[in-house]
């Protein structure tokens, strides 16, 4: 069997091209024995043909006809990330009949259900375990080892670098800025980090596993979305005091006949398992009917442990394209809808900065109570005096359960208050 070779086309040679690129070159005589045949890297495309490479890898093989390629492919790797020319180009290798493995969470989000029909309308294989959670096998479990249960809930840290980030600052105090840049230096931030810090990336992971998770068909669009540039010293210094971690959840659950799909800082409990997942690490948890709980953990990004997962995704598709029969089409659409964040029911913690005058806090506390919304705790920080004088203080209150929409307005009439000079910071609390 092994003497017989496929056509690989690597798209990209950047933080996981590379590692993809080494593994191909290094691991082909084991690669071939586990595929039944010899996977032959027949070029990288890249932008920029001069730059340095990795010399392991045969450098002829780098070009920038990407287009070539793929028409000459049997199996075509796009690790280049983006909307355009990726999905052109994995809609033309899939209509030309290769199989095609993505890393590309930003394109799935956004247009994965248009792939995945090219997909299956060519009979062919599309898989991206990458996608989402790096390493981590989870797209694989929700797909197939789940796939005679009902899952009910999907919980997860999904973004290494806010987590690094998010670490950093609450483990040793770091600026936001220096963790950023040591994020980005180690390779799990992207390109533009802008998308890991306002969540965007994470919101792409949840749309990619609510689709999976709940057989239907979710987009970025349907994801309500809050990043961590926000979250100050202050809010981590005031979660470590009352016992909790901030975290950049993804939340994807069911709400009635819909599913509910959102990623926001959270206030976890310290003894809580998602709160010892550190660095760059991700950690996914899965509530099902059946199963009940499982957690999938490991490292979320960086170039070698993604390679992990293209290269899994690679090799099992490899295999079937080997074997022959048809492609597996995606399966039963339940077409349930994305339901708006208004009516979700969790606790918050609040920050207030106001004027420290007598009867501030009473005040405060009547707005709450006049709206429904019960206080568990009431916390009041003296702050140096102002410029002009006048004493200022912050207020951290933690609240009972309550809706989005209830806090919204109950924290409009709180900011119209001429005591109150802003909100600083609302976060939800989960248990
Ligand atoms: N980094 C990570 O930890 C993870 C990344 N991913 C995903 O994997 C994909 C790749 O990410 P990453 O390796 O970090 O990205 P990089 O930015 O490090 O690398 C991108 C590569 O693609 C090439 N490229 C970009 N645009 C084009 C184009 N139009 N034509 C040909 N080549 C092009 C670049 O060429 P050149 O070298 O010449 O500039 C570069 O080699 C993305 O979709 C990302 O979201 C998924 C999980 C984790
Ligand atoms: N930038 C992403 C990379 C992996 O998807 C992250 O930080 O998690
Ligand atoms: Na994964």
Redesign the pocket.
């Known amino acids: 069997m092994t003497d017989r070779s496929f056509k690989v086309a690597l798209l990209g040679a950047g933080t996981v091209g590379s590692q993809v690129a080494r593994i191909l070159t290094e691991d082909a005589e084991e690669l071939a024995s586990r595929i039944g045949s010899r996977p032959e890297l027949i070029g990288i495309a890249v932008r920029d043909t001069t730059a340095a490479r990795d010399t392991t890898v045969d450098a002829a093989l780098y070009t920038t006809d990407a287009e070539a390629l793929i028409d000459a492919a049997d199996v075509v790797i796009e690790l280049t990330g983006g909307i355009e020319p990726a999905r052109t180009r994995i809609l033309r290798a899939l209509s030309g009949g290769a199989a095609v493995v993505t ?1 590309n ?1 930003a394109l799935l989000a956004k247009h994965g259900t248009e792939l995945q029909r090219a997909a299956d309308a060519a009979g062919v294989q599309l898989s991206y375990e990458a ?4 390493a981590i096998p989870i797209l694989r479990p929700l797909r197939d080892s789940l796939a005679g249960d009902r899952i009910t809930r999907v919980l997860g840290i ?7 980030i998010l670490d950093a600052m609450d483990s040793t105090g770091a600026q936001f800025d220096d963790a950023l840049a040591e ?1 980005q230096r180690l390779g ?3 390109a533009d ?1 802008t ?2 810090v306002e969540g965007h ?2 919101a792409a ?1 949840a749309a990619i596993v609510a689709s999976l998770a709940f057989h239907s068909e979710f987009t970025i669009d349907d994801v309500h979305c809050e990043g961590i540039r926000e979250i100050s010293a202050d809010d981590v210094a005031a979660a470590q005091a009352d016992g909790y971690v901030i975290k950049l959840l993804a939340v994807c659950e069911l709400d009635g006949e819909g599913v509910n799909i959102r990623v926001h800082p959270t206030l976890i409990p310290r003894k809580h398992p998602l709160a010892s997942v550190r660095d ?1 690490y ?1 950690a996914v948890f899965v509530e099902s009917r059946d199963a009940g709980e499982l957690m999938f953990y490991g490292p ?3 170039g070698a442990p ?1 390679a992990s997962a293209v290269m899994g995704d690679f090799v099992t598709l490899s295999r079937r394209k080997v074997l022959g029969g048809p492609a597996i089409p995606d399966q039963s659409h339940r077409n349930l809808e994305a339901t708006s964040l208004s009516r979700v029911v969790s606790r918050y913690t609040v920050g207030l900065h106001v004027k420290d005058k007598l009867g501030v806090l009473a005040r405060i506390a009547q707005v709450f109570a006049d709206h429904g919304i019960s206080i568990q705790t009431m916390h009041q920080t003296k702050h140096p005096e102002h410029e002009a004088g006048e004493p200022e203080t912050t207020i951290r209150i933690v609240t009972h359960r309550t809706t989005d929409e209830r806090l919204e307005g109950t924290l409009a009439e709180i900011s119209a208050l001429p005591t109150v000079d802003r909100v600083t910071s609302i976060i939800r609390v989960e248990n």
């Open positions: 890393g969470k996608a989402v959670a790096g999904m973004n290494g670098t806010t987590n690094f994020a799990y931030a992207e980090p998308a890991d990336d994470a992971k760059a991700n979320g990004a960086g993604t």
